[in-house]
């Protein structure tokens, strides 16, 4: 596998293993006393595999904001990607959306607050992050600019479409301005010429509907994009096309591997910590902190930040509360590579009981961190340990491509109580899997299967009623 790796800090050297970098050809690590590297486009491009920072990488960090692109920077990615919007009074400032509802809360228009009124917002992001993310302002892109067109390349785009020469005129104004800067725009957007015409490099994204116009369109762009949902025959036609391609955007270690697989060149990437790494980052969960680990994934990335479930910082646990089959990926903790090893967590259904024949648990084994569901086909398989009201505990198998389990041995316990904290735990060998309820009298099973010995696991509440279930003390030892 090719690394990817970047300049970090001794801190974040531990928590990412630096055994497991993932991101080649970028610059190693250099001696404290050393003058930080300079990223090119001719340097991010000179790489076989290199990651941008989209939205200075939103998994992880308030979206598009100084603190996201600032940790972004110092994990040693050579890339960010920045939105723009104008204000009413003309200052450029970064931020996705047209609109400030999703961000801030407030439901205005950018283009109708002068910057005094929108430089008092703060951008929101403890419904996705956590709730002790810190609440974060918006920034004027010139402050971003002058802070890293110096040292990194820059993604930029209008997303209004309508600041095309005032956007311009300010990269302009930057030493070596085209050695940093690369034009983004959708495929079909027409500012590219203008942004050739000066001399920028020039990035067009294709979203779905716009494939069928790729002969037409791709002669306009020196770099293509194509959109991770895209299945692997058009990202493969996209990259027989013949010039480097970037996939957006990228949030997994499955995603990542996939796409590179298939000849990308460049991730937008929204996970920048967990995705420079292929190691596990820890080996208890981080609820406790009151934000989300990096790798930890709701099943969902498209319904945003209404998919994250709920993190209680003062009980240490994770609420799924969502009225939704519902599972949630501890991608922090993995992959666990002992041969031998025990997986430990604790469940309750807090409020009330779901109906006798509903059930939550966990599922272990996957060999990558695939999104998994119950009764909703996977291409990963593994194993699903789950816990009925009633007090069945039940091991199943899950194979590729199949919307239902085999069961593998169940036993019966005590039935559950509301607001009780049930203990299991999940021992694996290569020969075998035991699991045990460990509260009351303590009771376990055992399977002899051997299929699965995959390092990832999530937690599931598989049923649809909004009965809520929570988790805490998930460890691996």
């Not at 810190?134 to 892109?141: A, R, S």
């Not at 966990?362 to 789950?386: C, E, K, M, N, W």
């Not at 002899?448 to 999530?458: A, N, Q, T």
């Amino acid at each position: 596998m090719t690394e990817y790796s970047g300049v970090l800090s001794r801190r974040n050297a531990l928590i990412l293993g630096a055994s497991g970098l993932f991101l080649a050809g970028c610059t190693p690590a250099r001696p404290a006393a050393e003058a930080p590297p300079v990223h090119t486009v001719a340097s991010l491009f000179a790489q076989d595999r290199f990651l941008v920072a989209h939205r200075g990488s939103g998994d992880n960090w308030p979206e598009h904001t100084m603190q996201a692109y600032a940790q972004s920077a110092q994990l040693g990615v050579s890339a960010l990607e920045v939105s723009v919007n104008s204000t009413r009074d003309g200052v450029l400032v970064c931020h996705h959306d047209q609109g400030t509802l999703r961000s801030t809360g407030l439901d205005r228009k950018i283009a109708e607050l002068d910057y005094a009124e929108l430089g008092g917002l703060r951008v929101d992001a403890r419904a996705w992050l956590g709730p002790a993310t810190p609440l974060e302002p918006i920034p004027k892109l010139r402050e971003v600019l002058d802070r890293f067109a110096a040292s990194h390349v820059i993604f930029i785009e209008d997303k209004q479409g309508t600041n095309t020469d005032s956007l311009l005129d300010l990269m302009d104004s930057y030493p070596d301005s085209t050695e940093h800067f690369v034009w983004k725009q959708p495929a079909s957007a027409l500012q590219v010429k203008a942004a050739a015409k000066r001399g920028y490099k020039t990035w067009g994204y294709f979203m779905p509907d716009a494939i069928p116009r790729l002969a037409e369109l791709a002669d306009r762009f020196d770099y293509l994009g194509v959109f991770y949902t895209s299945d692997d025959a058009t990202i493969s036609r996209v990259v027989a096309y013949g010039k480097p391609v970037l996939c957006w955007e990228i949030h997994t270690r499955a995603a990542r591997d996939r796409v590179t697989g298939l000849g990308v060149q460049g991730l937008m990437c929204s996970n920048v910590p967990y995705l420079m790494s292929s190691e596990a980052a820890e080996t208890r969960d981080r609820f406790s902190t009151g934000t989300r680990a990096a790798g930890d994934l709701p099943w969902t990335i498209e319904k945003g930040w209404n998919a994250q479930p709920v993190i209680d910082a003062a009980s240490a646990s994770v609420l799924l509360a969502s009225d939704q089959n519902f599972s949630y990926r501890l991608g922090s903790m993995g992959p666990i590579k002992r041969e031998v090893h025990t997986l430990a967590f604790e469940m309750c259904w807090p409020t009330e009981l779901p109906s006798d024949q509903l059930h939550a648990g966990i599922a272990f084994g996957q060999q990558d961190d695939t999104p998994y569901r119950v009764l909703v086909p996977s291409t990963v398989g593994g194993y699903h340990l789950i816990i009925r009201p009633g007090g069945e505990l039940v091991l199943y198998r899950r194979d590729p491509g199949t919307p239902a389990g085999t069961r593998l041995q169940s036993i019966m316990t005590a039935p559950v109580r509301a607001g009780e904290w049930i203990r299991f735990a999940v021992e694996v060998t290569p020969a075998s899997v035991r699991f045990s309820r460990l509260d009351g009298a303590g009771w376990s099973g055992m399977t002899m299967d051997r299929e699965y010995r995959g390092g990832y696991f999530s937690l599931c509440k598989d049923y649809p009623d909004p009965v809520p279930v929570q988790f805490r003390n998930i460890r691996v030892s």
